[in-house]
């Protein structure tokens, strides 16, 4: 089991009825979207290595990169 401290927030009504509709949707509990939303925002893992933004062979070279408002 991990340990957790216990805390209180204050939210407004509309942010605490989109956080209790999201927990809804997927079938977790407030806290658990909360700590989760925390490790994905604020606790972001740093990326490590290249990280790939697309499928495919690349159609163009990095001096190429303004071709791009050429094509109609």
Same mark, same amino acid.
């Given at each position: 089991m991990t340990y957790m401290e216990k805390t209180q927030?204050? /939210? @407004?009504?509309?942010?605490?009825?989109? /956080? @209790?509709? $999201? $927990? $809804? +949707?997927? *079938? @977790?509990s407030v806290a658990e979207v909360v700590r989760d939303?925390? +490790?994905? !925002? !604020? /606790?972001? &893992?740093?990326?490590? *290595? &290249?990280v790939g933004i697309w499928d495919g062979e690349p159609r163009r070279t990095s001096l190429e990169h303004d071709s791009v408002h050429d094509e109609p």
């Open positions: 927030i204050y /939210l @407004r009504k509309e942010e605490l009825d989109a /956080l @209790r509709k $999201a $927990a $809804a +949707r997927s *079938g @977790r939303a925390i +490790r994905t !925002v !604020v /606790l972001k &893992p740093k990326a490590a *290595g &290249p």
